[in-house]
């Protein structure tokens, strides 16, 4: 049986929109109401900001030079940033089932054609940042 969150449920939905809401309005506090995935989405939203330099750090190294972060759209950076923190520091979760999440959430904010580009994007960078992770 399929399980299906509502957008306002989905906790990925719910870590784009914290993690926006800190990284763009530093005056938003963060506040984590009751939710069935509340430690997940705790964990993943305060490693995010905790780790944010290293991120940037990973992706403009992953992606290559002809790849600009700070051209792309505000969300579309927010996504990218949690993706990369889960594929970085949660190697339980399979790579497929983390870009397939974000595809799900980025669907409330993207446009179809920015979803296309973030789906290449997610499988490249997860596919580097495994890979690299797994030789350690």
Same mark, same amino acid.
Do not use: W
């Given at each position: 049986?399929?399980?299906?969150?509502? @957008?306002?449920?989905? @906790?990925?939905?719910?870590?784009?929109?914290?993690?926006?809401?800190?990284?763009?309005? =530093?005056?938003?506090?963060?506040?984590? @109401?009751?939710?069935? *995935?509340?430690? $997940?989405?705790?964990? #993943?939203? %305060?490693?995010?900001? =905790?780790?944010?330099? %290293?991120? %940037? /750090?990973?992706?403009?190294?992953? %992606?290559?030079?002809?790849? #600009?972060?700070?051209?792309?759209?505000?969300? *579309?950076?927010?996504?990218?940033?949690?993706?990369?923190? =889960? $594929?970085?520091?949660? @190697?339980?979760?399979?790579?497929? #089932? #983390?870009?397939? /999440?974000?595809?799900?959430?980025?669907?409330? *904010? &993207? =446009?179809?054609?920015?979803?296309?580009? &973030?789906?290449? &994007?997610?499988?490249?960078?997860?596919?580097?940042?495994?890979?690299?992770?797994?030789?350690?």
């Amino acid at each position: 049986m399929k399980t299906y969150f509502k @957008p306002k449920n989905n @906790p990925r939905v719910i870590i784009i929109q914290k993690l926006y809401g800190k990284f763009y309005n =530093e005056d938003n506090d963060l506040d984590f @109401p009751k939710h069935r *995935f509340k430690k $997940f989405i705790k964990d #993943i939203v %305060l490693g995010t900001i =905790e780790r944010n330099d %290293l991120i %940037l /750090e990973e992706l403009n190294s992953k %992606l290559g030079d002809q790849f #600009i972060f700070k051209k792309l759209d505000k969300i *579309f950076q927010t996504i990218l940033k949690a993706a990369t923190y =889960e $594929f970085m520091y949660k @190697p339980n979760l399979s790579i497929n #089932i #983390i870009i397939k /999440e974000y595809l799900n959430s980025s669907n409330f *904010f &993207l =446009e179809d054609s920015q979803t296309k580009y &973030l789906n290449a &994007l997610l499988d490249d960078l997860g596919k580097k940042l495994r890979s690299k992770n797994a030789r350690i």
